[in-house]
Every structure is written in C-alpha cells, then in structure tokens.
C-alpha cells in the first residue's frame, strides 16, 4: 500500500487543522491505520490509530479529548481531526499502515506516508 498524507499548516494555540491520508493499493481495509508524529530532535511517537474497520481507537494521552481518528474504508481514507492544538504538538506528522492486529510501535508498522508538518505558535 502507498500513502500519501495532507493537510498540515500553521495555525496559532486553539485551532484545528484535518490531516488526511489517502492509500492507493488493494485490500485497504485489511490494515490497521495510525499516525505519528515526529518533533525535531525527537524520536517518532505515536498519536492515534484506528483498527481495521473503526471498532476500535486508541490515542497518546496528551491528544485525548482533542484529536479524533477516522477512517472510510470506501474511499481508502484516513484522517486526524485536530483540535485544540498546542505548540507541544508542533511536528511532522505520519500516517502509517500495518497489517498487524494492534500495535502502537513504529516497527510494526511497515508502510509510511511522507510526512505533513504541523505547526501551532502561542
């Protein structure tokens, strides 16, 4: 599967932003989709992700109550609904698609889009 991911910008503490990542490929739905994120000097970390078909949803604690995952299997889809974003949340953020049941580990993931960068000023 190929992914390409869109969406980043600037905006200032308190807004929103959508990421979108669209997968080319067959099968789109056999995988488990999520998202990293990567800050500069930083290791990737995980934000969110979603299991094959949306029965589950997982998110770093300090996104809960403010980013949403979703997924539409029909349009091969993947998005990140950001709200209430904050400077800490500056990064590069990657969508990623493993075939692997669960996982919140960047190894388990083995397809990657190239990454969108966010960045939220105060």
């Known amino acids: 599967v190929q992914l390409q991911a869109s969406g980043g910008g600037a905006v200032q503490t308190g807004g929103s932003l959508r990421l979108s990542c669209a997968a080319s490929?067959?099968?789109?739905?056999?995988?488990?989709m999520a998202w990293f994120r990567q800050a500069p000097g930083k290791g990737r970390e995980f934000v969110a992700r979603?299991?094959?078909?949306?029965?589950?949803?997982n998110y770093k604690d300090s996104v809960k109550g403010r980013f949403t995952i979703t997924r539409d299997n029909d349009k091969n889809t993947v998005d990140l609904q950001m709200d209430s974003l904050k400077p800490e949340d500056t990064a590069a953020y990657y969508c990623?698609?493993?075939?692997?049941?669960?996982?919140?580990?960047?190894?388990?993931?083995?397809?990657w889009g190239q990454g969108t960068q966010v960045t939220v000023s105060s």
């Open positions: 990623a698609a493993s075939l692997l049941p669960y996982s919140v580990e960047p190894g388990a993931y083995a397809y």
């Open positions: 490929g067959r099968a789109f739905s056999s995988y488990s």
């Open positions: 979603i299991s094959r078909y949306s029965l589950a949803t």
